[in-house]
């Protein structure tokens, strides 16, 4: 079946470190994005991509990274200059502009230590 | 910019009971896509019901309806015999505008929904 997979599920980052959370999907959408989720609270974009080899900066992009070499997979990079990394990060792709909206991945939640 | 509201934070239901989540949008467009997506406590993002704007019919899926109000720019979600399992947040979230390029949709702030048995 096709989807979106997230991972880790979990995931521990040490003080100043770089840490990567993966994404990849087989539904052969051309869109992919990069959401971040604080406890009670609503999605803000950090990067998206609509095509490959093409990303744009979201409403938080500041100490965050992320790479589109091939259509399926969107890895996105929490360096050490994001201050406040711990949150539950959501991934999505869609197909373009119409009815069939987002389709989401499971989510990693990142915790600094 | 184009904003999506939910002006509830949270909603409370008793058990097979109906609760409405109201959703106002802003966009310059005639045609557009508005969305609800369910969000369990597992934080799976889930999509509950789709409504294009060209379309006059309100969506239904089961005991989810909405009640689209074009001119008012107004979208909400009616659960209908509300069950345990409706207990989540709820996002409302708009497709962006033509001129705009891909499909970065707009989401609401969401709406918690309490269910009490």
């Known amino acids: 079946d096709g989807g979106i997979t997230q991972s880790p599920k979990y995931l521990f980052r040490k003080e100043g470190q770089n840490v990567t959370l993966s994404c990849e999907q087989n539904?052969?959408?051309?869109?992919m994005y990069w959401y971040r989720q604080d406890p009670g609270q609503g999605l803000r974009l950090i990067y998206y991509?609509?095509?490959?080899?093409?990303?744009q900066k979201g409403d938080i992009a500041e100490g965050y990274s992320v790479s589109r070499e091939k259509k399926e997979s969107f890895p996105l990079t929490v360096t050490s200059a994001q201050k406040n990394p711990t949150a539950f990060y959501l991934c999505?792709?869609?197909?373009?502009?119409?009815?069939?909206?987002?389709?989401f991945g499971s989510g990693t939640r990142l915790t600094v230590v | 910019a184009q904003t999506v509201t939910q002006s509830q934070p949270e909603m409370s239901v008793q058990e097979a009971e109906t609760v409405t989540l109201s959703c106002t949008y802003d966009t310059s467009e005639s045609d557009y896509y508005l969305f609800w997506y369910k969000q369990p406590p597992s934080r799976q993002m889930i999509l509950v019901i789709r409504?294009?704007?060209?379309?006059?019919q309100n969506a239904t899926e089961n005991r989810f309806s909405v009640n689209f109000q074009k001119a008012a720019k107004s979208f909400s979600l009616k659960i209908s015999d509300s069950q345990l399992g409706d207990a989540a947040m709820y996002f409302c979230a708009s497709t962006p505008p033509r001129k705009a390029a891909g499909n970065k949709l707009t989401f609401g702030g969401g709406t918690r929904v309490l269910v009490k048995p």
């Open positions: 999505a792709s869609s197909i373009g502009r119409g009815p069939d909206g987002y389709t």
């Open positions: 991509s609509q095509i490959v080899n093409d990303f």
């Open positions: 539904l052969n959408h051309d869109a």
């Open positions: 409504q294009e704007a060209y379309k006059q």
